[in-house]
T-cell receptor, first 116, second 117 residues
Framework: DTEVTQTPKHLVMGMTNKKSLKCEQH?????MYWYKQKAKKPPELMFV???????INESVPSRFSPECPNSSLLNLHLHALQPEDSALYLC???????????????FGPGTRLTVL | AQKVTQAQTEISVVEKEDVTLDCVYE???????LFWYKQPPSGELVFLIR??????QNEISGRYSWNFQKSTSSFNFTITASQVVDSAVYFC??????????????FGQGTELSVKP
């Protein structure tokens, strides 16, 4: 199994809703990532988990809350989002060692989020 | 500062033409990795190649080839005999090695390639 899966594929939510995005990989990778991508732009890193611990938070607003319940799963909890948060949210994983991060990242298909 | 520049925003070619996508990078480190990713309209980023800073050998994979030149800080990507299925946005990215860098990829702005039949 060499893929990263993400659910749901599409999500429409209101500004008062609470929703979660899910990402799963079964490649034994120990680093997992959340990216946000706006149209016609490159992906922007949001969070990095290494060995189930949050290692990087790129100053993301607290209305985005990541969670890594185990080495295969990564969630992104959403609450009180703004319309400008509408974007493609991509999850990735990588077989990094704990000290060095230099392997390629494998991306999931993304969740297209629309905030009304 | 680390930076990746893909000067070509959009390229349009006719099927079977060869096309080269340019990538120029800036980094203060001597050890780093470079990547190319393809993003078709479906949205998923597909990994194409990784190259480390110590390996300047060019690489060929089928119709794809990559030219890494440290002297000019460039890592260009050529598609030979392009096909309609090559239509996508292509991103060049840079990753620095180091403890707790988090595998942070610094992406270029992307080049949108359109291959017309």
């Amino acid at each position: 199994d060499t893929e990263v899966t993400q659910t749901p594929k599409h999500l429409v939510m209101g500004m008062t809703n609470k929703k979660s995005l899910k990402c799963e990989q079964h490649m034994g990778h120990r680093a997992m990532y959340w990216y946000k991508q706006k149209a016609k732009k490159p992906p922007e890193l949001m969070f990095v988990y290494s060995y189930e611990k949050l290692s990087i938070n790129e100053s993301v607003p607290s209305r985005f809350s990541p969670e890594c319940p185990n080495s295969s799963l990564l969630n992104l909890h959403l609450h009180a989002l703004q319309p400008e948060d509408s974007a493609l949210y991509l999850c990735a994983s990588s077989p990094n060692t704990q000290e060095y991060f230099y392997n390629e990242q494998f991306f999931g298909p993304g969740t297209r989020l629309t905030v009304l | 500062a680390q930076k990746v520049t893909q000067a070509q925003t959009e390229i349009s070619v006719v099927e079977k033409e060869d096309v080269t996508l340019d990538c120029v990078y800036e980094t203060r480190d001597t050890t780093y990795y470079l990547f190319w990713y393809k993003q078709p309209p479906s949205g998923e980023l597909v990994f194409l190649i990784r190259r480390n800073s110590f390996d300047e050998q060019n690489e060929i994979s089928g119709r794809y080839s990559w030219n890494f030149q440290k002297s000019t800080s460039s890592f260009n990507f050529t598609i030979t005999a392009s096909q309609v299925v090559d239509s996508a946005v292509y991103f060049c990215a840079l990753s620095e090695i180091g403890y707790n860098q988090g595998g942070k990829l610094i992406f270029g702005q992307g080049t949108e390639l359109s291959v017309k039949p």
